[in-house]
């Protein structure tokens, strides 16, 4: 045995309560409605079956059910980590018959299901497993928690989040391990799998999977074996068994069943090399590759076997499946040369799998994967890995499919060519037991139980118990450098029959042979367990048998003091005091007892102990009963764990473990500890350790007098409910513990008749000399560590200090601390205590003597020096400026101490590196007693903030460190008020100013909750897509219910009434566009017309208005953009359109139907079409939308279809259509229903916009005749279908710059009709449909088109533009085109009126913003009257278009710019000689007119750009004007009307999502407007500018990117249909392109607290351009931003709201990200402002008042107004109670005043959490001025906010605003204490001397004040000044000598008179000591 087990002699602790235990899943099983439960039902009636009386009934009923039934019941217990950190509680997880159950609970809280689940088939295993996701976007895995269910052919995988997974089994599974990277499996062998077949390698046996999806893998191991060298090889030992795993560390323990030894193994992912290595030489145990495969004999054979008669066979055997068995058995061989069907014989497995193609039974039998190449397969050994087919009655390989059907014999013959599974995890052996020689002893069993377990001191080990020997191995492990390493040093061996770690107490629990169980730390022994009564009253105390039959610990003591007639047992064996038994040895007999006696059932005793849950087991005794039982924790009071921490570390380990083990026996020795006695338990114990006689020194004797007993002997208090018994006290004194304490005269007996006399009588009063037993004994354990030990807890004080929460504990530390000072002779310790608390410390005087001789044996350490390390002074002399030492600290105990010095390094030094490179300048960290714990623990929770530091101020630099060191608020509170202050300045500089993108920790820390919320929802939306935001934008229910469903509800809510909180505008637009009400038509009956004719005309009226009507819908849908989030569980409600109307004055019905006048067929088709887009469009891209709710919104009814196609289409442009299943789309198309086409495929291109995506491609060829092969069947697809699909390929390949795409595109503008009708109606509309598509292909690219230029892509546009010969059609198309159209005679030129439209906007958008002059050039409009006449004016329009939006950079906003466009010879004089017509150059001048105006439009789109806005409302007006003149006839109605629209539509674009007030006047001129001939294309125009106006109810905006831009001149194409049916010259589907172009520009700002919408000024700044220089513009949001690209920042300005910058110039995804969830930006109001909407003007501010009488601001604040201006209720309250005159507080009238100023102060610096330090800082003012401190403590703080401020001072107020402390408050507080102090030391002189002198001091009032003068003053200690002072004689000396003395200036003139005075003797002073003390 390398270590000796230290084993401390006989003691005993208590254990906690026992409960019985009784898993809960079993309960929870009963009362389930499934068979298992059934079954126990029939056994017995059920009322005995589930009696419930108490356990044993319970029991009873179990016992008898039959055996298996209680075998299959199994559970495990954990602890529980799905809840909340601080609620500790367990979780059980229970499985028996078909069912598990997860079920939680803990000490305050019943149990409950957690999840409980049923499966098909009895389950094997059930067990939890954390299985790593990968995450998409970057390497980080996300840990899934999951439980795994294993049947016998699959496992269930729930993960808690509520994904459920199915993995097959491909072979029977033996058990299952949960690791670090997931499951792995064991197959289960068969019995003749151990035979090793000489050719054959042996099947893998142990496999993993790493996430329920993915394949099942073998594992890989790389033994450790000395001459196997590294040899990589699959695990396929079917000897070796897995009996371990864990996560942390990784590893793998399994037992050789031949060798008996165990094997610890490290288990991680493979490396790269291993797995080539393993995948390439797949050779066998015999070294030999599989070379048999050559010979030719063998591949004979295999042709005759592979010709199996079923699918089974045709490429199975044949890949060798069968050659392994024919080297195995004889009766196989000879079957290759017969018949196949005699193969299977042997296997009626495989018989049954090969003849029946139906995977039957699960596919338990499965075949192997060698049978279907298409699966991948392990290369094991080529092929004869699958030998076990044929040997085992059930086959199986991996995952059994149907073999592919195609794979032939000869493509079998070769080595089969199937990819091998490749591992994924691979095992490194780390150690290994020795093999016992044989004869020594018989081979060690399997271990029942491994678990790990660490000690006292941390070390760890792994324990095996091996039940067969009956004792537990303990291997010892430490971790190496190398993480995956572990070196496991040693074993030891402990007697056990069973043990338990402990975890959460660093301990185990072994049940030893004889029955008890004992406390085990690591391998050293700590007591025997006491165990309650309650185990007692499970068993019948009747019989009187002796010892030997009750082997179960039933103790008579206080707390059962009734059962006095047990017999008393030795104390050595069981823990009952007896004495008669005293004689036996019974240590020999331990084990013959249980086996020689049959009685020993009589009694149930101790069997096993399971379900280990940090302190808590389950003991399972022989009577079936289980019994829950506590073990103590080592401490409960903080301080004594921190004292213990801190020994553990100075000290060297063995002696640690001594110390550790002591206490914890003494502290839970039986009947129970007290809390208030554990800090004098642990004083005396720990003094007593160190060898003091704690009787004599008079304050450890009064620790003892709290407590009734010495803690030393035995804390044995009785609880107050229970009486003792005097048998109780007879067992103490006779107890082993009680003689041997005694033996050593460190301690008398403590009862008070035992005291001798002589020691009653020992004088014990303070002032006589000390008598000889004062001095140490040098022979105790600790005694040579006492310095040690001292310097460790005086630093531990040092930390104490500086947490306002664990001060108080400093004061019990201080008096042990003091006497250790005093005994070592420390005096400067002393003085500092004193210092500290001066009342407390002057009580103790006694000394110990340490003897001369043995001083020698203590040892020094060196970080003990002789100048007291005082953390309050480092920090000051850091804010004075002055140099110190590094500052001492324990690394992993002063956490504070660390965090605060570094802090004040950082800051205050202003050393950036301090908590990086420089730690060491500031901090001296110690070493440890033991060298095994380097490295430092990081118990500070580390939160994930990254430490970056680059330009960032001091401030920034220490926030962010603090938070990365886990620093929060609620620590910030704790610590003292005066070293919290400079942390606070930072804090509240950085509040000022923070940066846009600091983690919500950081924002948290700062106070600044409008960023946390920020940054959390960032986070959120990082995570996972959130649907809904926080605060939602959802409209309020509609107040009337009956109020019919338009289809805008959604976009009325809070936001839109701030952004148009002055007029109603937006229910003026939804009137406008409200399509679901009957129209009102209103014609007054003239007396000559009939009433027939009369309701003619009123159908006629209603005809026109339905124009209207029909067209509002695309408008509606652009108004109502992503407003509305649906249902999933209800369709989405879709208005209806409707085309009646009422006629007044009598409301009677107008219906179009009744028959009187003709209505145009199928006139609805479209405007319903539309209907269903604008309803879809409603649906915001962050719904959950999922392809069943698309089909479920289908509707019944077949006339309904039209909608259902728009609103395919519409999910399509929001993005969602992407989530439908191939097959519905299929569904769809499949019906041939029209509409439902083009919805569908341009849907679905928009959803795939730009990606190119194969399958979307292939979807839409089909459409396409020019797409598909030319000798393909002709398919008849509809005209409107192929424009559908052709704009489709160009979205699906935008910006792409496809090649055959464009080509063919290019050749289909010039389509020409073909000889049977085809292609010969709407031609316009299939040739723009081609040049739209090709323009999107090649968007933007300009002469950039790599590897097109043999197209010629611009000559061939510019040919279709101004026409020409036609061209021989290149390529597959020209079979087509053979014969030409038998109907329409073209000739051999283009046909120019059908190809100009298209080819131009592909050139417009090929070379869009190129610049391109010569381009564009081709495009400009002819300067001849001759040709100007051959152009269409329409054409004219649109070359102009084009040629402005190449010549991008060109456009100007005004209107001189778009004159210029119009050619020279319009604008010149005429010469009335020419023959000019009039109307041919009006119409030219105004279609010029309105190209420019579009391309202007398109420019400023969404920029809301002033000059562009005024320059096309001064050309709407023009054109107004011109209509209204009578001379329209020349120019004709219907071009102006085009004109003016697309005008109209320029106006809305530029003004997009801004609800422009002048453009809606516009619009709803227009929209009454419906005679004549404003027809349906109008309409659509004018109310599509309506829907961009006001684009997503103000949210949305247009951007100008390329994609934008194109699909805007998809959407806007300037010809309009002419009626609803018209798609002649445009598709109309494609209006609806112009959602692309929408992008969410919108800011919010949400007030942090009140989460609703509100006002706030913005300062947007622009970075420079050509045309501009960077400007910066105030907007008040909610405002719609500028394109992001233009921007450089954004900041919220103050003074209303917190400032709040997002600098762009950086990176604008942050920002981008805002404005996708609903732009909501929070906000944070101020302390004193009000909200812009209560008050705009800032009249009513709190500052406000305070500025015009200044003076005079403190007494005008009310703390009744504080309400108004601030939410914290500790604001409120605080002025509630200490700023209004109340009755009681008459009296304070002066500090009511101080406490209102104080408020005014904290609200008006915006610094609140300031008001606790200014109450604390009067408050210490005011104890001072009445002089009763019980410590120094305020004044060290106070002495420190006095030097930050004075520092500040210094430095100059040029940074006033940073401070906090700006307020004259300070310098009043700093006066009162100067006045208070140099009056005491006016009157008390003499004490400061006889102090000076080194005179005992007195314990009076004026001591404590002397502590407070020398603390404040900062005076070093005096006790060596006065040799510094000799020769000292007048103030000059003085002055010179004050460096040595180190006392700050100011506070020297102070002393100078006291200083020469004790100098120079009592001689009269040189000062009269008036002159310093003013």
């Not at 009422?1142 to 009744?1154: F, I, Q, T």
């Not at 097959?1223 to 229903?1233: E, V």
Request: net charge negative; proline share 6%.
């Amino acid at each position: 045995m390398s270590e000796v087990v230290y084993e401390e002699t006989a003691t005993m602790i208590a254990a906690g309560d026992l409960q019985s235990f009784v898993p809960f899943g079993r309960e929870h099983c009963r009362n389930h409605p499934n068979a298992f439960n059934l079954q126990l039902r029939e056994l017995q009636p059920a009322s005995e079956l589930w009696s419930s009386d108490g356990a044993a009934g319970l029991v009873g009923s179990l016992q008898e059910v039959s055996l298996q039934e209680r075998e299959r019941e199994s559970w495990q217990l954990r602890k529980g980590c799905t809840g909340v950190k601080e609620d500790e509680f367990e979780e059980e997880l229970y499985t028996a018959g078909n069912m598990a159950v997860w079920s939680q609970g803990s000490r305050t809280q019943a149990s409950s299901v957690y999840k409980a689940f049923t499966v098909d088939s009895p389950v094997q295993q059930a067990l939890w497993c954390n299985f790593a996701v990968p995450q998409n976007n970057n390497d980080a895995e996300e840990v899934e928690q999951m439980v795994c269910i294993v049947q016998s052919s699959c496992i269930n995988v729930h993960t808690v989040t509520g994904k459920d997974f199915l993995s097959p089994l491909p072979f029977q599974v033996s058990n299952v391990w949960a690791t670090k990277f997931g499951l792995l499996l064991e197959r289960k062998n068969a019995a003749n799998d151990t035979q090793p077949n000489p050719p054959g390698e042996p099947l893998p046996t142990v496999f993993s999977i790493l996430h329920p999806l993915d394949e099942i893998a073998p594992i890989v191991c790389k033994p450790s074996g000395p001459f196997e060298g590294s040899r990589v090889q699959y695990v396929s030992d079917s000897n070796m068994k897995i009996v371990f795993t864990c996560c942390q560390p990784s590893i793998v323990v399994s037992y050789d069943t031949v060798q008996g030894t165990h094997t610890v193994w490290a288990l991680r992912k493979v490396t790269h090399d291993e797995r080539s290595m393993v995948l390439r030489c797949p050779t066998e145990p015999a070294g030999t590759p599989l070379g048999l495969m050559a010979s030719g004999f063998l591949a004979s054979h295999l042709r005759n076997a592979s010709h199996l008669d079923s699918p089974g066979g045709s490429g199975g055997l044949g890949s060798a499946a069968g050659i392994s068995s024919a080297f195995s058995s004889p009766l196989h061989y000879s079957a290759l040369h017969s018949h196949p069907s005699r193969i299977m014989t042997s296997s009626p497995g495989v018989h049954s799998r090969v003849h029946s193609p139906s995977i039957s039974n699960m596919a338990a039998l499965r075949w192997d994967r060698a049978h279907s190449p298409g699966m991948a397969a392990p290369s094991f050994s080529g092929a004869s890995r699958f030998n076990t087919s044929f040997h085992s009655p059930s086959p199986r390989g991996h995952h059994g499919l149907l073999p592919s059907l195609n794979s032939t014999a000869n493509e079998s013959m070769a080595m089969p060519a199937m990819e091998p599974i490749i591992p994924d995890l691979c095992v490194e052996q780390l150690w290994s037991e020795a093999v016992s020689a044989g004869c020594q002893r018989e081979m060690s069993s399997q271990a029942s139980k491994v678990f790990l377990t660490s000690d006292l001191c941390e070390s760890h080990y792994l324990c095996f118990l091996v039940e067969s020997h009956q004792h537990l191995r303990c291997v010892k492990f430490i971790e190496s450098n190398d993480v995956t390493q572990l070196i496991f040093p040693s074993v030891t061996t402990i007697p056990a029959k069973d043990a338990a770690p402990l975890q959460n107490i660093d301990a185990m629990l072994v049940l030893e042979a004889c029955g008890s169980l004992v406390i085990y730390t690591g391998i050293t022994r700590v007591s025997k367990v006491h165990l309650p009564s309650p185990l007692s009253h499970s068993i019948s105390l009747t019989n009187h048998l002796p010892y030997l039959s009750t082997p179960v610990e039933t103790v008579s003591t206080p707390a059962n003091a009734g059962s006095r007639h047990i017999h008393r047992l030795n104390e050595d064996a069981m823990p009952s005091p007896v004495s008669e038994l005293k004689s036996l040895n019974i240590k020999q007999h331990e084990a013959s007892f249980f086996e020689d006696f049959s009685f020993q059932q009589a009694t149930p005793y101790i069997l096993s102990l399971r379900d280990p849950v940090c302190n808590r087991v389950t003991l399972e005794l022989s009577s079936g009963v289980m019994l829950r039982i506590c073990i103590p924790e080592i401490a409960t009071s903080e301080l004594v764990k921190k004292c213990l921490q801190a020994i553990r570390f100075i000290l060297p380990k063995e002696v640690a473990m001594k110390v550790l083990v002591k206490w914890y026996n003494i502290y839970n020795a039986p009947g129970g500890p007290s809390a208030h006695a554990e800090w004098s338990q642990f004083v005396t114990c720990f003094m007593t350790l160190m060898g003091y006689n704690t009787e004599r020194l008079a304050w450890t004797r009064h620790l003892q007098f709290e407590v009734p007993l010495s803690p030393v002997i035995a804390a044995k208090k009785a609880r107050p409910s229970d009486g003792g018994s005097d048998e109780d006290w007879d067992y103490l004194l006779a107890s082993h513990y009680h003689r041997q304490i005694n033996s050593q005269p460190v301690c008398g007996s403590v009862d008070p008749n035992n005291v001798p006399v002589a020691e009653k009588e020992d004088p014990f009063s303070a002032d006589s000399p000390s008598s000889s037993s004062m001095k140490l004994e040098s022979s105790a354990p600790l005694f040579p560590h006492i310095p040690a030990l001292f310097g460790v807890l005086h630093l531990l004080y040092q930390e104490l200090q500086l947490d306002e929460l664990h001060r108080a504990r400093a004061s019990s530390l201080v008096c042990l601390l003091q006497q250790l000072a005093r005994d070592l002779q420390l005096e400067e310790y002393v003085d500092l205590y004193w210092r500290d608390y001066p009342s407390l410390i002057s009580c103790f005087t006694e000394s110990c003597i340490i003897d001369q001789a043995v001083i020698g044996q203590m040892h020094r350490p060196s970080f003990l020096s002789s100048d007291p390390p005082c953390v309050f002074n480092w920090l000051s002399s850091c804010l004075r400026g002055e140099a110190s030492p590094p500052f001492p600290y324990l690394p992993g105990i002063c956490q504070r101490t660390k965090l605060l010095v570094l802090s004040y390094a950082l800051y205050i030094i202003g050393d950036d590196n301090a908590t990086s490179t420089n730690v060491w300048k500031y901090l001296l960290k110690l070493s440890a007693g033991q060298r095994s714990r380097v490295s430092e623990p990081n118990s500070r929770r580390q939160s994930s903030v990254k430490v970056r530091f680059s330009s960032e101020s001091l401030a920034e630099q220490l926030v962010v460190w603090l938070t990365s060191q886990g620093f929060t608020l609620k620590d910030l509170e704790s610590v003292p008020f005066g070293v919290a202050l400079p942390i606070r300045e930072a804090i509240y500089q950085c509040r000022e100013q923070p940066s846009s993108d600091w983690p919500e920790e950081v924002c948290l820390l700062i106070g600044r909750q409008d960023l946390t919320k920020q940054a959390h929802k960032m986070t959120l939306a990082k995570s996972k897509a959130s649907v809904g935001s926080g605060f939602s934008l959802v409209p309020p229910a509609s107040s009337e219910a009956d109020e019919e469903e338009d289809g805008m509800l959604d976009i009325i809510h809070e936001v839109t009434g701030l952004i148009w909180s002055q007029d109603l505008r937006i229910q003026e637009v939804r009137r406008l566009l409200q399509s679901s009400r009957p129209v009102r038509v209103s014609v007054v009956q003239q007396p000559e017309v009939s009433d027939h004719e009369y309701i003619e005309e009123k159908e006629n009226k209603l005809l026109q208005l339905c124009q209207r009507t029909m067209a509002l819908p695309v408008g509606r849908g652009l108004f109502t953009l992503f407003s509305y989030h649906p249902v999933p569980t209800e369709p989405l409600p879709v208005p209806k359109l409707n085309l009646t109307g009422r006629a007044p004055p009598r409301n009677a019905m107008v219906d179009l139907n009744s028959g009187n006048i003709d209505v145009p067929p199928n006139m609805t088709n479209w405007p319903s079409f539309h209907n269903g887009v604008a309803a879809g469009l409603k649906i915001a891209p962050a719904s959950q939308v999922d392809s069943a709710w698309i089909a479920y919104n289908k509707p019944k009814s077949p006339e309904l279809a039209n909608e259902y196609a728009g609103f395919l289409m519409a999910l399509g442009l929001n993005g969602h259509l992407t989530k439908l299943a191939t097959l519905n789309i299929h569904d769809y198309l499949t019906k041939g229903h029209e509409m439902t086409s083009i919805g569908l495929l341009l849907g679905v291109s928009s959803a795939k916009l730009g990606i190119m995506d194969m399958s979307i491609t292939r979807l839409l060829s089909i459409h396409i005749p020019a797409l598909l092969p030319p000798t393909s069947t002709e398919l008849d697809v509809p005209h409107n279908v192929q424009v559908a699909a052709v704009i489709g390929i160009g979205l699906v390949y935008q910006g792409t710059g496809h090649r055959h795409n464009a080509e063919v595109l290019l050749s289909e503008i010039g389509r020409p009709p073909g000889p049977e009708m085809e292609y010969c109606t709407d031609r316009e509309s299939y040739s723009l449909a081609a040049g739209l598509a090709l323009g999107m292909v090649c968007l933007g690219h300009g002469s950039n088109l790599i590897g097109m230029t043999d197209l010629n892509v611009p000559e061939q546009l510019y040919q279709y533009m101004v026409g020409g010969h036609r061209r021989a059609q290149a390529g597959a198309s020209r079979e087509r085109h053979k014969s030409p159209s038998y109907q329409i005679k073209e000739g051999d030129t283009i046909n120019v009126d059908v190809t100009c439209p298209g080819a131009t906007l592909a050139l417009a958008m090929i070379y869009l913003k190129t610049n391109n002059r010569s381009i564009a050039d081709w495009l400009k409009p002819p300067d001849t009257w001759f040709l100007l006449d051959f152009i269409k004016p329409e054409f004219l329009l649109l070359r102009t278009l084009a040629r402005c939006i190449i010549m991008w950079d060109e456009i100007l906003p005004n209107t001189e710019w778009v004159k210029s466009n119009i050619p020279q010879i319009m604008r010149g004089t005429f010469d009335p000689s020419e023959d000019i017509n009039m109307d041919t150059m009006a119409q030219a001048q105004d279609y010029i007119t309105a190209g420019a105006c579009m391309a202007l439009g398109l420019r400023f789109a969404g920029s809301a750009n002033s000059d562009a806005f005024d320059c096309l409302y001064e050309f709407a007006k023009t054109f107004m004007k011109m209509m209204s003149f009578a001379g329209t006839a020349a120019m004709g109605y219907y071009n102006l009307q085009t004109c003016l629209s697309m005008i109209l539509l320029a106006m809305s674009m530029v003004m997009a999502g801004s609800g422009n007030l002048k453009v809606l006047q516009l619009c709803r001129f227009f929209h009454k407007r419906t005679g004549g001939e404003m027809n349906y294309g109008f309409h659509m125009a004018h109310h599509m500018a309506l829907g961009l106006l006001f684009l997503g109810g103000g949210r949305y905006t247009l951007s100008t990117s390329n994609s934008a831009i194109a699909a805007l001149l998809c959407a806007l194409y300037p010809h309009f249909p002419a009626h609803s049916t018209d798609n002649r010259y445009h598709l109309q589907a494609l209006r609806h392109l112009a959602v692309l172009a929408a992008e969410p520009r919108l800011l919010v700002p949400v007030d942090v607290d009140s989460l609703k919408p509100c006002y706030a000024l913005l300062e947007v700044t622009y970075k420079g351009t050509k045309w501009y220089n960077e400007t910066t513009v105030e907007l008040m949001a909610p405002t719609l931003l500028p394109e992001l690209h233009l921007l450089k920042e954004v900041k919220v300005k103050g003074p209303r709201y917190w400032e709040l910058s997002l600098n762009l110039s950086k990176e604008t995804q942050h920002l981008k990200s805002i404005l996708v969830r609903d732009g909501v930006l929070y906000v944070k109001l101020r302390a004193g402002q009000l909200p812009y909407k209560d008050d705009p003007q800032g009249w009513k501010s709190l500052l406000a008042t305070a500025v015009s009488h200044r003076n005079s601001g403190v007494t005008a604040f009310k703390p009744e107004a504080i309400s108004t201006f601030t939410s914290e209720p500790a604001l409120i309250s605080f002025a509630e109670f200490f700023c209004k005159t109340s009755e009681g507080l008459k009296s304070r009238e002066d500090s009511l005043m101080l406490f209102s100023a104080m408020l005014y102060e904290c609200v008006t610096q915006e610094c609140p959490e300031m008001l606790p330090t200014y109450i604390a800082i009067e408050q210490a003012v005011g104890a001072l001025r009445q002089g009763d401190f019980q410590q120094t403590f305020p004044l060290w703080q106070l002495r420190l906010v006095v030097e930050l401020w004075d520092g500040r001072m210094l430095r100059g107020l040029a940074n006033k605003h940073d401070t906090l402390l700006t307020s004259e408050f300070l310098p009043v507080m700093k006066n009162a204490v100067d006045v208070a102090l140099d009056n005491w030391l006016k009157d008390h002189s003499s004490v400061v001397r006889s102090y000076m002198r080194g005179e005992v001091l007195s314990r009076d009032a004026q001591a404590i004040m002397l502590a407070c003068f020398l603390v404040y003053r900062s005076i070093p200690c005096f006790r060596n000044t006065q040799a510094k002072l000799e020769g000292c004689n007048s103030f000059a000396d003085l002055l010179l000598r004050s460096s040595q003395l180190g006392i700050p200036l100011r506070d020297l003139l102070r002393l100078v008179p006291i200083l020469l005075s004790s100098a120079s003797g009592p001689q009269s002073l040189l000062f009269p000591l008036q002159a310093f003390s003013s």
